[in-house]
Structures are given as structure tokens and as C-alpha cells.
């Protein structure tokens, strides 16, 4: 209905700008609505809270950005909109159970780009599904 396509909407802006301010008063005003009401749409619609997911889509580009270019890690955390390091790496590490630090050196360690993409598993998909890292370094 409406509040599918108007949260799909605000998914969609929230990915876009996701190194801007997305507090919900901004994100309030970008669809025309009391912020506690998208709140209350955006968790009924999804079961997730809108600040959590916002986190979630940052956190998901973080991992991106340390795998797939030479950033520092302060540089990312900025890119994506954080200023405190220390609170980054606690939300990445509670996201993805290892630092920043760590998740780069385990994706970059050894994963010789000749054979992976054949096998169709990326990195970060062998790093974060047993199966996968079976298959790869069984």
C-alpha cells in the first residue's frame, strides 16, 4: 500500500545519502511527516527500527569500502558519515563480530582474485558464510 512505497522510498533515500545527516528530523522532512510517525511507520512496515537500519546500510558500505579500495579506516568511517572512530568500530564490530582493522585483513589476506570470482564468492560473502568458507578453504 502506501506505507510500503513511501518506506521503500525513504530505504531508497537513506541508501543514496548515506554519509549525510539522516536524523529523523531530516529524514522527516524529506517525506512531510512528524519524524515519530515515520518512526512508527518505518518499524511497522520493516520490524526494524529506522536507526538501526540506517546503521545497518553505513555498516554494510563500510565493509564494501575496506574491501575493495585502499582507504584508511579513518577515511571510511568519514566517507560514510561517522566522526568518532572508536564509536565506529564498535558498531562495525558489533555488526560483523571483528574491527575494521580485522575485517580488511581478512579479506584481503590470501584470496588471490584469479579463483574467486570463478567460484562466484566474494571475500566478504566467504567471511561471513561457513559454507562458503568451507567450500573455498576447506
Not at 539522516?22 to 511507520?41: F, R
Not at 574491501?67 to 568519514?78: A, D, F, G, P, Y
Not at 588471490?112 to 561457513?130: M, T, Y
Amino acid at each position: 500500500g502506501d506505507k510500503s512505497a513511501l518506506i521503500s522510498y525513504v530505504k531508497n533515500y537513506i541508501y543514496e545519502n548515506f554519509d549525510q545527516n539522516l536524523s529523523l528530523d531530516v529524514l522527516g522532512e524529506v517525506v512531510h511527516l512528524h519524524p515519530a510517525y515515520l518512526s512508527k511507520i518505518f518499524k511497522e512496515v520493516t520490524n526494524m527500527n529506522l536507526s538501526a537500519y540506517i546503521t545497518d546500510i553505513r555498516m554494510q558500505k563500510a565493509a564494501e569500502l575496506l574491501e575493495q579500495t585502499e582507504l584508511k579506516v579513518h577515511e571510511v568511517m568519514e566517507l560514510i558519515g561517522y566522526r568518532k572512530s572508536q564509536y565506529f568500530s564498535r558498531l562495525f564490530k558489533e555488526r560483523f563480530g571483528v574491527t575494521p582493522v580485522e575485517y580488511r585483513r581478512t579479506v584481503k589476506k590470501d584470496l588471490s582474485n584469479v579463483w574467486l570470482p570463478k567460484k562466484g564468492i566474494s571475500a566478504r560473502d566467504a567471511f561471513f558464510d561457513p559454507l562458503a568458507q568451507l567450500y573455498l578453504f576447506g
